[in-house]
């Protein structure tokens, strides 16, 4: 990254950075876990990838599933931690470039209706607005745009699994998919 090589130590659980100092003429390294070291205590990182745009962002899956992911800005001295939990376990992560942006993407493995199921997931891009209906951060959504109804179908793969819903700006929860489906109040 940059003019440095960002690499996981040896027994999986520490995060470092390495690079050269011409005006010191050494080589030089941090511990980049060392402010967070509550998020790697007991687990290993198994899989690790660097997202360069938007955010530079280097996004880790840790043994037992949990997503974490640093934003990293070495010329200004800046990294900070963040955890990113989901309905499941994340397996693997890979930035793929875009249009616009490096898109992450997620092999993120699920239990629906007692059958374990891997999900290929996108995470979406940031939209800079303030309306409800546009801020769509979340785990495996879908959007319905269309005529008025009270039923949305298609969810088959969430067959028996507790939702949440957007409608009208207004945040629906405690809905359950019955036969593919869910009815909104």
Known sequence: ???RVVFIQEQGS???DLGYKFDE???TGSDLTILATHLFRNHRILDMCYQREPQSVIW???DDGVLLGMTY???QEVWAWHRHDTDGCFESVSSIAGQTRNELWAV?????GGNTK????RLSESVPSQVPAEQTHLDCFLTYRGAATSTISGLGHLEGKSVVALADGAVVDNLTVVGGAITLP
């Open 14 to 16: 520490v995060v470092r």
């Open 73 to 75: 800005l070495k010329e």
């Open 108 to 112: 993120v493995r699920r239990t629906i």
């Open 118 to 121: 891997r999900f290929i997931e």
């Open 1 to 3: 990254i940059g003019n």
């Open 25 to 27: 003429d050494v080589y």
């Open 60 to 62: 880790c899956v840790r």
